[in-house]
């Protein structure tokens, strides 16, 4: 009854503060969780900003109920997290300021359901603790990592649906790289405490020498294949994906450098300084055409 006596300009004006609040929101998940994706986003053009950080913090949120909650009733969380998803997506809105920002660029990219249905079951498949065989590897990587590559592809190529259809074997590759990266990065937090053991290489054997190549082997192929897509982005995207690029390939490179023994007892990191001189390095190689 009260919206009945304001202006619709005034009601435009205060819709136009919320939708604000709300991508300003979806920035602040993404800088308080990821640095590394933070900065990454920088080197976008500016105008992929807002819309990328709107699909980190839809991310980051899903993954943090399966992920921390552990005093809560994890699986009801994801369920009413879901099924707000769906409201606000098919509402055009939400009271939810991450949720808000998520369905307007769902809306805006026209960005597949099937693609955020995916990613929710992969969360679902994190409640319970377990061993991944072959299968149900790649049925996790494709919903954990490869469709959200294929979200933000929607974003970079801002409508163009015959590049988006030639990127998109790329695009998963790459966001399979990263995750495979993070299972390495991550096996001490993953195995210990949340029971989670992803390789499907440790389903039989332990986590050794000669699994930890074979994993890293598989983490390089599809790497190639995704600095190739890289190569063909759109310039607006392409300097950005290419520093997050850099930023994984030196994660990877320090983990191959490290015993199995060290990686299954501690966090991989690279400290701040050393991807600062990273991301530099990289604006010099695609500043003088070297990517």
Known sequence: MRQAWLPTKLIKTMKALFDSVSIRTSKMVTNAYSTSFSLGIKFLAKKLHNPIYAIYGFVRFADEIVDTFHDYDKGLLLEEFKNETWTAIERGI???????SFQQVVRQYHIDPWLIQTFLHSMEMDLNKQAYDQKGYEE???GSAEV??????KVFVEGDEKAYKELTPYAMKLGSA???INFLRDFNDDVQQLGRAYFPQLQHNTFNEETKKEIE???????????EGI??????ARFGVYVAYIYY???LKKIMNMPPQRIMNERVRIDDKKKIALFFGSYLRHSFNLL
């Not at 959200?148 to 592809?153: A, Q």
């Not at 190569?231 to 607006?236: G, I, M, Q």
Request: with cysteine.
């Open 148 to 153: 959200v590559g294929l979200m933000c592809l």
């Open 140 to 142: 996790y990587i494709l």
């Open 249 to 251: 390939s030196n994660l």
């Open 217 to 227: 082997a598989d983490i390089q192929h599809d790497f190639q294949l995704g600095l």
């Open 94 to 100: 939400s009271i939810n300021p991450v949720l808000n």
């Open 178 to 180: 990263f995750q495979k």
């Open 231 to 236: 190569k063909r982005l759109p310039k607006d």
